[in-house]
């Protein structure tokens, strides 16, 4: 489903990416891995052509996406859920209005249709009872949750991506959000995580590559990624088996 | 600052004010908007540009009945605080209080919005961030500036009268008939003009810089800076280069 062929990015004049390849089938389970700036989440915005490489391709479905307008990318972008770091949700609109953003927009349903649907997806996601509340009101979690409830408004997705879904939560809001992301993929969607949380990542994915240096330093599976020797990957881990010793005691 | 970014950053800037413009005349229209935002940008500064506009009046009417008082001709202050607020300092003054508040406030929303991945967001929806988001504030500061100016230089010619009269012991009749005199279509003319031009400048200039934030909370501050110097100097210069355009084709000589 997606393809990236040597694709490199800078920011900057600071190359973020070096000549990155691999290949993401439909239904897959991936989590990428890596440090803060080593390029995670430019990844997710190249995959949804919010950036263009410097050089390189990327195939969704067999198209390259780096040469298509704005106009042509919706239909790319419709094949896939983003949710952003932090939910980034409307700040000026309500938790209701955020999730009925896009069936406002592209629909010409009812008013209380809208409201019925609104109320299921964030039923979905478990936060019905935060309807009324403004962003700044909600819980870091909710704040996800409800990010998540607005993107399945605007589309149904082949595939989520989601940006450090779990970063700044506790290990209970972590975990919950874990839950849902696999909840979301039961009926053979993938998913592509980003997230320096291995030990949330190790509890959704199949799939693990780890970014370093611009590049991808481990492309493999939970076996593949605990048993790495790749230095910097050791020190990843060191927060899995901090956490497996802590369980033991 | 290189030039080869100069250059790319003025074409970015007049990119965005054509998408801007055209955006008013294509479909999907964001009504709903437009009326937000002059509610922020008309209704919100109503009271600090009567109140500014009031006190440069009074300023105003003070400095020149001081020196007309010297030479006999008092009586001439209406007329001077007139033309000076209606054609020049009225608009200006209106122009640079908006930069303040209205223009700062779109820069930081929207560079807010950029860092908060809420216009990617919109991108990701398959909205236009430039239609959702400049073309409404475009539209409220191109309607609401002159608006504004309006009230200001009513405000102005208000403060100016206190001072002629109460202050200058000037007659109340004459101050408002020198007034009434550069009521002419030349004068209000010249002073109407601007305030448009200002509003699309602020705006564009707003926009661009907020929508082109880069780095966190110091590129925020320096992009809501940033949009707040030009603003201003795009103001004062085009005040001049309109001034003169508007002399000329006015008829006025120099």
Known sequence: MIVFDAVRFSYNSREILKDISFSVGAGERIAFLGGSGEGKTTILKLIMGLIRPDSGRILIDGEDITCKTEAQL????????????????FDSLNVKENVAFCLREYTKMPEEQIEEKVKELLRTVDVERAIDLMPE?????????????????????????????????????????CKLILDLSRNGKGFIIVTHKVFDAVKVADRFMFLYDGRVRLDGNREDLLHATIPEIQIFLSELRYTQEEKNV | MNAKALISDLQDYYLLSIQGILGALQRPFYGKDVIEQMDYAGAGSFFIIVLVS???????????????????L??????????????????????????????SGMASELGSMVLGHQVDTLRVFGVDPVKKLV?????????????????????????????????????????????????????????????????????????????????????????????V????????????????????VLGFSV
């Not at chain 2, 300023?59 to 008082?69: C, F, M």
């Not at chain 2, 209080?97 to 209205?102: E, I, K, L, S, Y």
């Not at chain 2, 010619?157 to 109340?172: C, D, E, K, R, T």
């Open chain 2, 135 to 227: 073309t409404p504030r475009m539209l409220s500061a191109f309607l609401m500036l002159p608006a504004l100016t309006l009230i200001g230089d009513a405000a102005s010619l208000l403060g100016g009268y206190y001072i002629a009269v109460f202050v200058s012991h000037q007659s109340g009749y004459v101050y408002w008939s020198s007034v009434r005199e550069v009521l002419i279509f030349e004068n209000v003319f010249s002073g109407s003009v601007k305030p448009f031009i200002f509003g699309f400048l602020i705006s564009s200039i707003s926009c661009y810089m907020g929508l082109s934030t880069k780095g966190g909370a110091i590129g925020l501050r320096s992009s809501t800076t940033r949009a």
């Open chain 2, 74 to 103: 008092k009586m001439y202050t209406g007329k001077v605080v007139g033309i000076s607020i209606i054609r020049e300092i009225g608009p200006v003054a209106a122009a640079l209080v908006f930069t303040g508040r209205v223009g």
């Open chain 1, 74 to 89: 919706r239909d790319t972008r419709m094949k896939f859920s983003i949710v952003f770091q932090e939910g980034a949700l």
């Open chain 2, 229 to 248: 110097v030009a603003s201003i100097i795009m103001i004062i210069v085009a005040d001049f280069l309109l001034t003169r355009i508007l002399l000329y």
């Open chain 2, 54 to 72: 009031l006190f440069v009046g009074m300023a105003l009417s003070l400095q020149l009945a001081a020196e007309l008082s010297v030479l006999g």
């Open chain 1, 137 to 177: 009101e909600l819980s870091g979690g909710m704040h996800r949750r409800v990010a998540i409830a607005r993107s399945l408004a605007a589309t149904d997705p082949k595939m989520f991506l989601y940006d450090e879904p779990t970063s700044g939560l506790d290990p209970v809001n972590a975990d919950n959000i």
